[in-house]
């Protein structure tokens, strides 16, 4: 009830606004489980793409949305639930993971949609990062759910990162035709077999999207970006410091200039 207000809500006045299209809304099944697998452009695409769907699709979201004290932090957190987001708590490790698996399965065994990114996080410069082997491929063979995968398209450019206000523009959700993993179930132990899952998912997502495919984790690339960002920050700060010492420098040498051409006329004056 909550779920259908909230898309009332949001999502009619998200597509009268922003016009999102569709393609391939057919491979949506009317009735039964199915896992959603995405790639992650923008915090937007949990909004544009349960918009154009009629039946409810569950993502799982950072504990920390659900849990921010004062009245800001429960609005935030009644939102989120109103939208069909499920808290876990991703500083755990392993158990983070654990968590999300089994509320992914608890999602399909209720015969709902389960929707996930495999990238694990947004792109951080809106290439397509290899998808994380545990969740998605984890939850397809304990299930036996099919897996459809969607591609969100633009959604970066609505809001770029330092942008208050967002550009009215359409972005665009493909979605891709089932694919059946049935042949592996029973087999998610086997790491290589997840690995196999998983990057035929990724393949399907890249080819619906278009994205350049990048073949490391998108956290990792997330982290080397920052710390070349830190690196060059403190390139910047070292050479505005060396600029202030010159500048210094060449300011003491102008006054002491300055000061021996004052000696050296006072030397030539003739004596009273």
Same mark, same amino acid.
């Given at each position: 009830?909550?779920?259908?207000?909230?898309?009332?809500?949001?999502?009619?006045?998200?597509?009268?606004?922003?016009?999102?299209?569709?393609?391939?809304?057919?491979?949506?099944?009317?009735?039964?489980?199915?896992?959603?697998?995405?790639?992650?452009?923008?915090?937007?695409?949990?909004?544009?793409?349960?918009?154009?769907?009629? *039946?409810?699709?569950?993502?799982?979201?950072?504990?920390?949305?659900?849990?921010?004290?004062?009245?800001?932090?429960?609005?935030?957190?009644?939102?989120?639930?109103?939208?069909?987001?499920?808290?876990?708590?991703?500083?755990?490790?392993?158990?983070?993971?654990?968590?999300?698996?089994?509320?992914?399965?608890?999602?399909?065994?209720?015969?709902?949609?389960?929707?996930?990114?495999?990238?694990?996080? *947004?792109?951080?410069?809106?290439?397509?990062?290899?998808?994380?082997?545990?969740?998605?491929?984890?939850?397809?063979?304990?299930?036996?759910?099919?897996?459809?995968?969607?591609?969100?398209?633009?959604?970066?450019?609505?809001?770029?990162?330092?942008?208050?206000?967002?550009?009215?523009?359409?972005?665009?959700? *493909?979605?891709?035709?089932?694919?059946?993993?049935?042949?592996?179930?029973?087999?998610?132990?086997?790491?290589?077999?997840? *690995?196999?899952?998983?990057?035929?998912?990724?393949?399907?997502?890249?080819?619906?999207?278009?994205?350049?495919?990048?073949?490391?984790?998108?956290?990792?690339?997330?982290?080397?970006?920052?710390?070349?960002?830190?690196?060059?920050?403190?390139?910047?700060?070292?050479?505005?410091?060396?600029?202030?010492?010159?500048?210094?420098?060449?300011?003491?040498?102008?006054?002491?200039?300055?000061?021996?051409?004052?000696?050296?006329?006072?030397?030539?004056?003739?004596?009273?």
């Amino acid at each position: 009830m909550i779920y259908g207000a909230m898309k009332v809500a949001i999502g009619g006045p998200l597509k009268l606004a922003f016009r999102p299209w569709v393609e391939g809304l057919e491979n949506i099944p009317a009735t039964g489980p199915a896992i959603l697998a995405s790639n992650h452009l923008s915090f937007s695409d949990s909004f544009f793409f349960p918009a154009v769907l009629d *039946r409810k699709v569950t993502f799982i979201a950072k504990a920390e949305y659900f849990t921010s004290p004062g009245v800001k932090g429960k609005l935030t957190a009644a939102f989120f639930k109103g939208v069909g987001q499920l808290p876990v708590d991703r500083s755990g490790g392993r158990g983070a993971g654990e968590a999300a698996i089994r509320s992914g399965i608890d999602v399909i065994e209720r015969g709902e949609l389960f929707g996930i990114y495999p990238e694990g996080t *947004r792109s951080p410069d809106g290439r397509l990062y290899r998808g994380k082997p545990g969740g998605l491929a984890r939850v397809a063979l304990a299930t036996g759910a099919p897996v459809i995968p969607v591609a969100m398209i633009d959604t970066e450019k609505i809001q770029p990162p330092g942008k208050l206000l967002p550009k009215l523009m359409r972005p665009g959700i *493909r979605i891709g035709k089932p694919l059946d993993f049935s042949r592996y179930q029973g087999m998610e132990g086997d790491r290589f077999i997840l *690995r196999s899952v998983t990057d035929e998912v990724m393949y399907e997502i890249m080819k619906l999207s278009g994205q350049e495919y990048v073949d490391v984790y998108a956290s990792a690339a997330k982290r080397q970006l920052a710390e070349e960002a830190k690196r060059l920050s403190a390139e910047h700060k070292q050479a505005e410091k060396e600029a202030r010492q010159l500048e210094k420098a060449e300011k003491a040498a102008e006054k002491d200039a300055d000061a021996e051409q004052a000696d050296a006329g006072t030397d030539r004056r003739p004596a009273a």
